[in-house]
């Protein structure tokens, strides 16, 4: 089964600093699809990039960009000019390429706070 | 699109009713999924349902909980009776089917914070 793993449960940031999210998984998988999701206070779940495992670029959304390392399993998440609306639980989360693989597996979040 | 919509946003009850909880996902989608989300165990995958037809209820935690989908448009999530264990933000979400060139992402709803007193 796969397993994803998000080391660091809080960081901080001055605002319009950089600040870069870590997510490691476990797959033996060699086709699948990452997540990066946004948990504002409001609750509400929101995708903020997507990343497909045979693209060796990296996707990139607007201040929002990823380090996609397959080798090493590793799918950062950079903020770049981080504002106050960044603050936010951020969860890394993995699926399958495969047909009626659709579950999401998720990390334990990372507390993103943005200090003024 | 308005989303996917959830109701209620909000539900105190007290111990031993019966709560239901209400999704619609977003037209098209053939995927919903339903998620609780707590503190202590994070964001967990109840059951998911594929054309209205359940695919895996094994994260479903006990006999009290029951989700149905009586059509492409509508679905519950009942918990009879409830716990004050059972307190938590529910989730739905929906989706398209994934594949090799899509990647089935999940399009999540508000969620409905859940209180058994």
């Known amino acids: 089964a796969q397993t994803v793993t998000q080391s660091q449960p809080e960081m901080s940031v001055q605002e319009a600093e950089t600040v870069t999210l870590s997510c490691t998984y476990d797959?033996?998988?060699?086709?699948?699809?990452l997540f990066w999701y946004k948990q504002p206070p409001s609750r509400q779940m929101i995708l903020v990039i997507r990343?497909?495992?045979?693209?060796?670029q990296n996707a990139t959304e607007n201040r929002f960009s990823v380090n996609f390392q397959k080798a090493a399993k590793s799918f950062s998440l950079k903020i770049s000019d981080s504002q106050l609306g960044d603050a936010a639980m951020y969860f890394c989360?993995?699926?399958?390429?495969?047909?009626?693989?659709?579950?999401?597996?998720f990390g334990t979040g990372t507390r993103l706070t943005i200090i003024p | 699109d308005a989303g996917v919509i959830q109701s209620p946003r909000h539900e105190v009850t007290e111990m031993g009713q019966e709560v239901t909880l209400r999704c619609k996902p977003i037209?098209?989608?053939?995927?919903l999924f339903w998620y609780r989300q707590t503190m202590m165990r994070g964001l967990e995958l109840l059951i998911y349902?594929?054309?209205?037809?359940?695919?895996?209820d094994s994260g479903m935690p006990e006999d009290r909980f029951s989700a149905k989908m009586p059509n492409a448009s509508f679905s519950t999530l009942k918990i009879q009776p409830s716990e004050p264990r059972d307190s938590a933000v529910y989730f739905c979400?929906?989706?398209?089917?994934?594949?090799?060139?899509?990647?089935?992402?999940?399009?999540f709803g508000p969620g409905t914070r859940l209180t058994v007193l």
């Open positions: 797959t033996s998988e060699s086709d699948y699809y």
């Open positions: 037209s098209g989608h053939d995927y």
């Open positions: 979400a929906s989706s398209l089917r994934g594949g090799r060139a899509r990647s089935g992402e999940q399009f």
């Open positions: 989360a993995y699926r399958s390429s495969g047909y009626g693989n659709e579950k999401l597996t």
């Open positions: 349902f594929n054309n209205n037809v359940p695919i895996d």
């Open positions: 990343q497909e495992a045979y693209k060796q």
